[in-house]
């Protein structure tokens, strides 16, 4: 079973919607949580970046963590068709150096 | 302020062949980590660099070695290639180790192993 879970999708919704992306982990040590975008044949963006647990809000995109109940989420309001690409959700125990530890990715395309 | 680079951003090579990649990180970031993207994996740290040192290393053979050098540009090496070893080999920078320094990724360096 890998450390990080995250359902690869493909997502699919219409612009303006809703986005809901989430990822499960196994390892209770995580502390830090961060939501990186990908868009085809470039390097990840990192857009989220949360210690612990509790929310995050940044225009569009609300980060949630649930420490608890190893669960993290990612919301994006208002889905444009810009917002289509790969989303990783990762994560890092914070005694192994800068060390992070990606989900699979989630595919999401934002129909117009 | 310019971003991390990589290059070169695309490599084909045969099996057998070594190869080095570069990564030059942001102005004044000090720490360099390197990823290894695939399809079936996906993205899984290979290692970590900070004043010229190791930090810490990922589950990969020895085939795989990296160095840092004293202005922070780090360069890593794949000796005896195998066509498992295509991927995109991604470089992130941060002012420093550990997970509280976000990383920031460069555009990558896409290996082709034939």
Redesign the interface.
């Known amino acids: 079973q890998k450390e990080v879970e995250q359902d690869p999708g493909p997502l699919s919704v219409p612009e303006g919607a809703i986005v809901s992306l989430n990822c499960t982990y196994s390892n209770s040590a995580f502390?830090?949580f961060?939501w990186?975008r990908q868009y085809s044949?470039?390097?990840?963006?990192?857009l989220m970046?949360t210690?612990s647990s509790g929310n995050k809000e940044d225009g569009r995109f609300t980060a949630q963590v649930d420490k608890s109940s190893k669960y993290i989420s990612l919301f994006i309001r208002d889905s444009q068709p810009s917002d289509s690409a790969t989303y990783?959700c990762?994560m890092?125990?914070?005694n192994?150096?800068?060390?992070?530890?990606?989900?699979?990715?989630t595919e999401l395309s934002v129909k117009p | 302020k310019a971003g991390v680079t990589q290059t070169p951003r695309y490599l084909i090579k045969t099996r057998g062949q070594q190869v080095t990649l570069s990564c030059s990180p942001i102005s004044g970031h000090r720490s360099v980590s390197w990823y290894q993207q695939t399809p079936g994996q996906g993205l899984q740290f290979l290692f970590e660099y900070f004043s010229e040192t190791q930090r810490n290393k990922g589950n990969f053979p020895g085939r795989f070695s990296g160095r840092q050098f004293s202005n922070s540009r780090s360069e890593m090496n794949v000796s005896t290639l195998e066509l498992g070893d295509s991927a995109l080999y991604l470089c992130a920078s941060s002012l420093a180790p550990g997970a509280y320094n976000e990383q920031f990724f460069g555009p990558g360096t896409r290996l082709t192993v034939l």
């Not at chain 1, 044949?41 to 990192?46: A, D, F, I, N, S």
């Open positions: 502390q830090y961060m990186y044949r470039k390097g990840p963006e990192l970046y210690y990783l990762a890092s125990a914070g192994q150096g800068g060390k992070l530890i990606f989900g699979q990715g």
